[in-house]
């Protein structure tokens, strides 16, 4: 069984790993124009200022897209087929690409569900997961 590849981290993304680490999901905030955002980046995504700093999201959010792979473009998501690749909108304002833990192969998926953070693990870490609210099963 092979791994799954593993996230790149660097100094500017650091912060957000370790705050999975600790059960907490961090996005970046801009103190100049009060924009938030994710994933991390040296600048603000709108005014380019540098004066940021990372917030604590409160782990609620939306459902914008998704898609469903059905097939598996690496040995390690074989056995999890079919599975989501979700984009969730935080209440907060930043998008984050993520998996759906409920999402039941994508069939309980709905624009503007709302989602609730799910940290888990995988292998050596924490990857910002969420599971949907009420489910919509009959
Ligand atoms: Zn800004």
């Known amino acids: 069984m092979s791994e799954l590849p593993r996230p790149q981290i660097d100094e500017i993304s650091r912060p957000y790993w370790e705050g999975l680490e600790q059960g907490r999901l961090l996005y970046q905030h801009c103190r100049s124009c009060g924009h938030n955002w994710l994933p991390a980046r ?6 380019l200022s540098t004066q940021l700093e990372w917030l604590q999201s409160r782990g609620q959010g939306r459902i914008v897209s998704w898609v469903v792979y059905h097939v598996a473009y690496h040995d390690a998501l074989k056995d999890r087929l079919p599975y989501d690749v979700t984009l969730v909108e935080l ?6 690409l993520t998996n759906i833990v409920n999402s039941r192969g994508g069939k309980a998926l709905r624009i503007d569900a709302r989602v609730d953070l799910a940290i888990e693990r995988e292998g050596d870490m924490s990857l910002a997961r969420f599971r949907l609210v009420e489910d919509a099963a009959p």
């Not at 040296?42 to 005014?47: F, H, I, L």
């Not at 209440?91 to 984050?96: D, I, N, Q, S």
């Open 42 to 47: 040296q600048t603000c995504s709108a005014c």
């Open 91 to 96: 209440a907060e304002g930043p998008r984050v």
